[in-house]
């Protein structure tokens, strides 16, 4: 069965060949079990990311066995293949680091075989973006199928959602408010079921993200990970990559400059994690693509915010499940949509909508009513981050949305760790704080330290929020006045790495700015006095990373990954 282009599949090359090389591919292949019949089909992948050390991919073996069904029933033979999984909780020192190798490894995996589609499996942040890079970058027909969220946690008739509650409770705690048996007693009910994290952090994102794109299935996003309806979803992936194969519709079919523009429609009516931003531009980039960070401030000054849903909002994904979904949620963002997007279901945007209803406004609201007519993610620029950064702005506290402060710098994450709580600290709760060096290089891997905590002694006065300012990353389940990913970061030389305790720093939500006010020539000083930190790896993996990651606004991603004409002049 040729492809609808009449064009040989890649498994036909292997399978049809007369050289030594055919007897072997076959003859090997048949030593597994499958039969001459079985090799004349079209052969999916699919990618398994199973592993027990990633909580939120502990169900996959489960959902591998439906996708096989659907595969199988369509008229495909099915072959699954690991690739390394990247699970938050556990990855030092932090998940980021290995996100280009997962798409490293993904993209290699996908070429070096003779599979004629893949079904890709992810769930925790990093995965799904890795397996998109992948799959824009290799460009065979691909589908995303995410794990799914967990169910709500549980405690006292009360929902509660990781990691939102993981921060807000163990603050709590700290501030002598939480006895060790009722943390204990939190930290046994909210994390209840197999899932990725269950409120709208960043792989509640990226499971957007990948239906907004047209990637994943309709609907495949928000359905709890062990509800039914999964494994159902997971069947009908299985069947419709067989379809994509036969039909020769390919990720770079699908993932136009319109469906990306979409996709960022869907991020900022969903309150989605900033982590989603430096995703979405490497995507884009593997694709050819230029994505400034003005296009995300632009899209998010016309997009609606809509979805009730943590942590910007009161419910859960459980919830945003139960009102219908990304579909649902795109629905209502129709008329800013662009509709005729080809999708993996073979139909476009509008076709699949078609039908498609809110069924509680209370978690997805109304187009016309929004919670708030912009978007949740604000681009800052100024003289501390000429390239910009970051701001979710849906998370920050009335008073901050303009703000002026002093600052209290900390150089390293170590050092924020020995001061912090020192009684002596100079900070009160008007005070900014600075940390440096967190960046892509700095950290390195850019770690999710953006949520820098409040001082005890501020904590013990009921400080819950202050203005605070990295290079770094937040968890998208953070929640504060948090300035996130200023490029370029400390460790090159930005001007992040000049700030001195004491600097006034001013912010501005609505004028999108960010300042230092610090004169040129003092900060000119300051640079020239200013020595670059040292490298962390001599060699390996980490070696690669520092040497060749580029800065946040550019997606973190390595520059040989990109395409040759979009690589940044050295
Ligand atoms: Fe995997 Fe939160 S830890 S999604
Ligand atoms: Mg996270």
């Avoid at 995965?127 to 992948?134: E, G, H, K, N």
């Avoid at 501390?384 to 900390?410: D, M, Q, W, Y």
């Amino acid at each position: 069965m040729a492809n609808k282009n009449n064009k040989q599949r890649k498994s036909e090359k292997y399978f049809s060949d007369n050289t030594m090389w055919g007897f072997v591919h076959r003859s090997f292949t048949k030593s597994m079990g499958y039969t001459e019949e079985d090799i004349r089909k079209p052969v999916i992948g699919i990618c398994n990311t199973f592993s027990e050390l990633n909580k939120c991919h502990s169900h996959f073996n489960e959902l591998v066995e439906y996708v096989k069904r659907g595969v199988w029933q369509a008229g495909g033979v099915p072959m699954e293949f690991p690739t390394i999984s990247i699970g938050e909780p556990y990855v030092k020192p932090t998940t980021m680091l290995l996100r280009n190798l997962m798409a490293m490894d993904t993209e290699e995996m996908m070429r070096a075989h003779p599979i004629d589609g893949v079904v890709l499996i992810g769930g925790c942040d990093k995965t799904v973006p890795a397996q998109l890079m992948a799959a824009a970058s290799v460009n065979i027909p691909a589908i995303v199928l995410t794990g799914g969220p967990m169910l709500n946690g549980r405690l006292n008739g009360e929902n509660l959602g990781a990691c939102t509650d993981c921060y807000r409770f163990t603050l709590e705690h700290k501030a002598g408010n939480l006895t060790d048996n009722e943390l204990s007693e939190v930290e046994n009910s909210i994390c209840r079921s197999d899932g990725h994290c269950m409120v709208m952090g960043t792989a509640s994102t990226m499971a957007s993200i990948a239906e907004g794109l047209g990637m994943a299935l309709p609907g495949c996003a928000a359905i709890p990970a062990v509800d039914s309806r999964r494994r159902h979803m997971s069947e009908m992936t299985g069947k419709q990559i067989v379809k994509l194969v036969v039909n020769d519709i390919k990720p770079r079919d699908i993932m136009t400059k319109e469906a990306i523009e979409n996709a960022i429609k869907v991020t900022m009516a969903s309150g989605g994690s900033t982590n989603g931003i430096i995703h979405i531009i490497a995507i884009a980039q593997r694709l050819g693509m230029k994505l400034p960070l003005d296009t995300f401030d632009e899209i998010s000054a016309k997009t609606p915010f809509l979805l009730n849903v943590r942590p910007s909002g009161e419910y859960q994904m459980e919830e945003y499940f139960e009102a219908g979904g990304v579909p649902a949620l795109m629905k209502e963002l129709v008329p800013l949509l662009h509709g005729d997007c080809l999708t993996v279901t073979g139909k476009t945007v509008k076709e699949n909508l078609d039908g498609v209803s809110v069924k509680d406004p209370k978690v997805i609201y109304k187009l016309e009513n929004p919670i708030e007519k912009d978007g949740g993610i604000v681009v800052l620029k100024g003289n501390l981050a000429p390239n910009g950064a970051l701001i979710k702005k849906t998370a920050v506290s009335e008073k901050f949305k303009r703000h002026k402060g002093k600052a209290v710098v900390f150089h390293s994450l170590q050092d924020l760790h020995n001061r912090i709580d020192d009684p002596n600290l100079d900070v009160d709760e008007d005070s900014v704080l600075v940390l440096q060096n967190v960046g892509p290089k700095g950290a390195p891997g850019m770690p999710e330290v953006g949520q820098i905590p409040i001082p005890q002694k501020l904590l013990e006065k009921g400080v819950r929020d202050m203005v605070r300012i990295s290079d770094g990353r937040i968890s998208g389940t953070s929640y504060g006045t948090l300035v996130v990913h200023a490029a370029p970061e400390a460790a090159i030389g930005g001007p992040l790495a000049f700030v001195q305790d004491g600097d006034e720093i001013e912010i501005d939500l609505q004028a999108h700015r960010l300042h230092l006010r610090v004169n040129e020539e003092e900060l000119n000083e300051r640079k020239g006095n200013w020595t670059m930190p040292k490298q962390h790896y001599d060699r390996g993996y980490g070696l690669l990373f520092e040497e060749r990651v580029l800065q946040a606004d550019l997606g973190c991603d390595f520059d040989f990954l990109l395409p040759k004409e979009l690589r940044p002049k050295k």
